[in-house]
T-cell receptor, first 114, second 115 residues
Framework: ETAVFQTPNYHVTQVGNEVSFNCKQT?????MYWYKQDSKKLLKIMFS???????VNETVPRRFSPQSSDKAHLNLRIKSVEPEDSAVYLC?????????????FGPGTRLTVL | AQKVTQTQTSISVVEKTTVTMDCVYE???????LFWYKQTASGEIVFLIR??????ENATVGHYSLNFQKPKSSIGLIITATQIEDSAVYFC????????????FGKGAKLTVSP
């Protein structure tokens, strides 16, 4: 099966803890993304990677750090989570960095910060 | 900066009818790409259809088609013969053609298709 996979599906933690989310795509794509979807369903780009290289880093707090070991994997670490980090984090991929290519999304990781 | 606006927040239709979802965008680029995505109740986001700014013909995929009105910076999604399973949140999105561009989404519009 070729798709975008994310783990975990859900994560509940307390303020100040560190969390890590994993994303893997088996589509053979070069480009991967992390998005944040808030409680109002607003989708915002956080990071974009092309062939393991960071391309786009939106205005995201420094406690967020993406990590890519190869072009099929893009993980997200949040150091010292805050209540406002509660959201769904969506990983996506596209064939390459070209603007015309559609993005394929993973199922998301729902983070709840208590 | 690019901006995507969906003014409809919620639409209800009866199945087998046609629905149009509105979207307007702002960009300074002469080349850009417009997309529609669908998010189901399970949270899955699926790509539906794309319109390239330089193409005059409206894109069509299955029972999805687009109404691209470039002078009005408008890209409407038309769903014909709606089905219950079309019930979802629909997002309009845009990406400029330039290097380093990002995909910007509208706020989404919830479509409910009832029997």
């Amino acid at each position: 099966e070729t798709a975008v996979f994310q783990t975990p599906n859900y994560h509940v933690t307390q303020v100040g803890n560190e969390v890590s989310f994993n994303c893997k795509q088996t589509l053979g794509h070069d480009t991967m993304y992390w998005y944040k979807q808030d409680s109002k369903k607003l989708l915002k780009i956080m990071f974009s990677y092309n062939n393991k290289q960071l391309i786009v880093n939106e205005t995201v707090p420094r406690r967020f750090s993406p990590q890519s070991s190869d072009k099929a994997h893009l993980n997200l670490r949040i150091k010292s989570v805050e209540p406002e980090d509660s959201a769904v984090y969506l990983c996506a991929s596209s064939l390459n960095w070209g603007s015309s290519y559609e993005q394929y999304f993973g199922p998301g990781t729902r983070l709840t910060v208590l | 900066a690019q901006k995507v606006t969906q003014t409809q927040t919620s639409i209800s239709v009866v199945e087998k009818t046609t629905v149009t979802m509105d979207c307007v965008y702002e960009t300074r680029d002469s080349s850009y790409f417009l997309f529609w995505y669908k998010q189901t109740a399970s949270g899955e986001i699926v790509f539906l259809i794309r319109q390239d700014s330089y193409k005059k013909e409206n894109a069509t995929v299955g029972h999805y088609s687009l109404n691209f009105q470039k002078p009005k910076s408008s890209i409407g999604l038309i769903i014909t013969a709606t089905q219950i399973e079309d019930s979802a949140v629909y997002f309009c999105a845009m990406r400029d053609g330039g290097t380093g561009s990002k995909l910007s989404f509208g706020k989404g519009a919830k479509l409910t298709v009832s029997p």
